[in-house]
C-alpha cells in the first residue's frame, strides 16, 4: 500500500500570497488529520476529519488556515494570506476510522514564507 | 483535557549506552499510549504503542512501558547505534484526538 503523499515537498511564498498544500491518505483511511511542526511549538492540530467531515478546525488557525476534504481520497489546506511566521513544517497524517489505531505521517511540507 | 509531558528536550549518547526517555500524562480516559520517531526529512512513523491492557511494547529492539499508578510511560533500548539518532515523540489517545509531547532530540555518537 501507498503511504501518505504530500505535495510539494517544498513552498517558498511571498507574503500575501495564497498557498495550497495538498495531500493524499491511505488508501481506505477514514481520519485525516493537517499538523504544523516548528520546533518553538511542536506539533500542532491544525484540522481533523472523520469521513471526510471536518471535527476539529484548529481554534487558533482559523482565520487563514482552511482545509478541506474534497473527496476521501485527496485533502488541501490552504493559507490565506501568508505571513512570515507560518513558515514551518506541515504534516499530514491519516489513520483507520478506529480511535486507538497509529496514525500514518507523510513526509510534509516545508513552507518558507519571506 | 488530556496533555502529555516530555522533558528531555535533548539526550546526547554514545553507540552501546542505554537509552531512557520519559513522558508523564494527564487523561481521564483509559488511554493508548504511542511512541513515534522522525528521522531527518520525514514524517513521524510508529515506534510502538502501549495500552492499558498489554502495559508494555518491544519493536526494533526498543522497549515502551507505562505506569498508570505515577501516570508516565517510558522508552528504553539497552544499547542504541548511530542510527537510532532521530527525534523521538511520546504520543497519547483517549479518543478521536491524538496528544504530542514536545520531543526529544537523540544524538548518537559513534
Known amino acids: 500500500d501507498a503511504g501518505v503523499t504530500q505535495t510539494p515537498r517544498h513552498e517558498v511564498a511571498e507574503k500575501g500570497q495564497t498557498i495550497i498544500l495538498k495531500c493524499e491518505p491511505v488508501?481506505?483511511?477514514?481520519?485525516l488529520f493537517w499538523y504544523r511542526q516548528t520546533k518553538i511549538q511542536g506539533l500542532e492540530l491544525l484540522s481533523y476529519?472523520?469521513?471526510?467531515?471536518?471535527?476539529?478546525d484548529g481554534g487558533a488557525f482559523k482565520d487563514r488556515f482552511k482545509a478541506e476534504m474534497l473527496n476521501s481520497s485527496f485533502s488541501t489546506l490552504k493559507i490565506q494570506p501568508t505571513e512570515p511566521k507560518d513558515s514551518a513544517v506541515y504534516l499530514c497524517?491519516?489513520?483507520?476510522?478506529?480511535?486507538?489505531?497509529?496514525?500514518?505521517f507523510g513526509p510534509g511540507t516545508r513552507l518558507t514564507v519571506l | 483535557g488530556d496533555s502529555v509531558t516530555q522533558k528531555q528536550g535533548q539526550v546526547t549518547l554514545s553507540e552501546d549506552d542505554f537509552l531512557f526517555i520519559n513522558c508523564t500524562y494527564s487523561?481521564?480516559?483509559?488511554?493508548?499510549l504511542f511512541w513515534y520517531v522522525q528521522y531527518p526529512g520525514q514524517g513521524p512513523q510508529l515506534l510502538l504503542k502501549?495500552?492499558?491492557?498489554?502495559n508494555k511494547g518491544i519493536s526494533r529492539g526498543f522497549e515502551a512501558t507505562y505506569d498508570k499508578g505515577t501516570t508516565s510511560f517510558h522508552l528504553q533500548k539497552a544499547s542504541v547505534q548511530e542510527s537510532d539518532s532521530a527525534v523521538y515523540f511520546c504520543?497519547?489517545?483517549?479518543?478521536?484526538?491524538?496528544?504530542f509531547g514536545s520531543g526529544t532530540r537523540l544524538l548518537v555518537s559513534p
Open positions: 502501549v495500552t492499558t491492557a498489554n
Open positions: 488508501s481506505g483511511h477514514n481520519d
Open positions: 476529519f472523520r469521513s471526510k467531515s471536518l471535527m476539529e
Open positions: 497524517a491519516s489513520r483507520p476510522g478506529v480511535s486507538y489505531a497509529e496514525q500514518f
Open positions: 504520543a497519547l489517545t483517549g479518543g478521536y484526538k491524538v496528544v
Open positions: 487523561t481521564t480516559t483509559y488511554p493508548t
